[in-house]
């Protein structure tokens, strides 16, 4: 794997006893916006709680971003914000859940507290990646910006559900009542 492109290192010894806050820089938000697709991040911070738990670390809080993307529908672009809480459990590599190591296919379903878990070798791990990992994981890849519904109105689309259009049209006139 690559270098990260928010790498923020946490030396397991002795953990921060408050909660760190991590902002990424221009360089960073762009290269991120770069691997998500994204045209720009205009802002990326989270403030972790971080508790050990023997060999593994328990990290709590909120990531914050305002990005650009692009319309699913209209292609435009528009800004939005996400808000994410973060539950990240940093456990020494080779001691993950057997559960999660199976197969490739496998489908685990989490409870709410359940905490995503993140293999980190020798004596620190990598917050900064796990925050944009999960940044990219709050990004809603179809998401529809302010003038979707009119760029659907001009092309004959009332809703996702029911076709419309001439096509739609045609099609109706064949049923039989």
Do not use: W
């Amino acid at each position: 794997m690559s270098a990260s492109e928010f790498s923020r290192t946490v030396k397991l010894r002795p953990l921060p006893a408050a909660p760190l806050v991590i902002e990424a820089s221009e360089a960073e938000r762009a290269a991120l916006a770069n691997r998500f697709g994204l045209p720009r991040i205009d802002a990326l911070t989270a403030s972790v709680d971080l508790e050990q738990h023997g060999k593994a670390v328990h990290a709590t809080g909120r990531l914050e971003a305002r990005i650009v993307q692009t319309c699913a529908i209209s292609g435009e672009e528009f800004r939005t914000a996400i808000t994410e809480p973060l539950a990240l459990r940093f456990v020494e590599e080779g001691r993950m859940d057997p559960a999660l190591l199976r197969d490739d296919e496998i489908e685990i379903e989490l409870a709410a507290d359940d905490l995503d878990e993140i293999e980190y070798a020798g004596d620190s791990f990598d917050l900064g990646e796990a925050v944009a990992q999960s940044l990219g994981l709050a990004i809603d890849t179809y998401a529809e910006g302010p003038n979707a519904e009119r760029v659907r109105q001009e092309a004959g689309i009332s809703s996702d559900d029911a076709p419309s259009g001439p096509l739609a049209e045609a099609l109706k006139g064949l049923k039989r009542n």
